[in-house]
C-alpha cells in the first residue's frame, strides 16, 4: 500500500488529489475532477461514511460507474483505527483479486504505517442497494424481505465459490490475519 497522503478529514479531499487517485489507479486515464459535492454524511459504530458526487472535465476518459463515491474514515479512537486498518488491507490485498464478485469498486484504500490511520474510497451503491439497520437489541430495520435474504446468500455463494480451490488461496492464505483478530 502506498504511503501518499491518508486523509484523515473530508476537508482534505480536493479535485485535485482525486484526479491523481483515479490516474494512479487507471479509473481515469484523461481528464480530471473539477468538483467534489458533498451529498451526506453518516455516522457508524466505528467510522464516518462521506457520500460525493464527481464532477469531470469534458475531456475525461473514465470508466462510466464513476459518478459517486463513499470516503469512509474510521472514528478517532484506538480501536476503531484497528479496524478501518484491516478494512483497508482487505481492498488494497484482496478485493481487487475479486473485481468480479459483488462488491463495490474501491478507488482506493490507503493505511499511513506512522500513524495508522487509513481510509477508503469505494464506489457509492446506494442508489440501487437498500440499507437495513441492526436496531439496539437485536433485530433489523426494516426487516430484511426473502428477496433481499436471496440476493444475499447468492452473493456470499459467489464469495465461497470464487474461492473454491482457488489457484491464490495458498498465497493470500498469509493475509488470514485480516479476518483473525483486531489487535
Not at 54 to 67: G, H, R, V, Y
Not at 92 to 104: H, K
Amino acid at each position: 500500500m502506498k504511503e501518499n497522503k491518508v486523509i484523515t478529514n473530508i476537508e482534505q479531499l480536493s479535485p485535485e488529489w482525486l484526479t491523481n487517485i483515479l490516474k494512479n489507479k487507471g479509473y481515469l486515464s484523461q481528464g480530471k475532477v473539477t468538483e467534489v459535492i458533498k451529498k451526506r454524511s453518516e455516522i457508524t459504530t466505528t467510522s464516518n461514511m462521506h457520500y460525493f458526487g464527481l464532477e469531470f472535465s469534458d475531456d475525461a476518459q473514465k470508466l462510466p460507474a464513476i459518478s459517486d463515491i463513499v470516503v469512509r474514515l474510521p472514528k478517532h479512537y484506538e480501536y476503531n483505527k484497528s479496524i478501518g486498518r484491516h478494512e483497508a488491507k482487505f481492498y488494497d490485498i484482496l478485493a481487487e483479486t475479486m473485481n468480479q464478485l459483488p462488491i463495490p469498486t474501491c478507488y482506493d484504500a490507503r493505511i499511513s504505517e506512522e500513524s495508522g490511520w487509513s481510509h477508503i474510497i469505494l464506489e457509492d451503491l446506494s442508489e440501487n442497494h437498500i440499507e437495513i439497520e441492526m436496531l439496539q437489541g437485536g433485530g433489523w430495520h426494516p426487516p430484511p424481505t426473502k428477496q433481499y435474504c436471496e440476493k444475499a446468500i447468492d452473493s456470499l455463494s459467489e464469495l465461497h465459490a470464487f474461492w473454491w480451490n482457488h489457484p491464490n488461496l495458498e498465497e493470500l492464505s498469509k493475509f488470514a490475519f485480516i479476518f483473525n483478530n483486531f489487535k
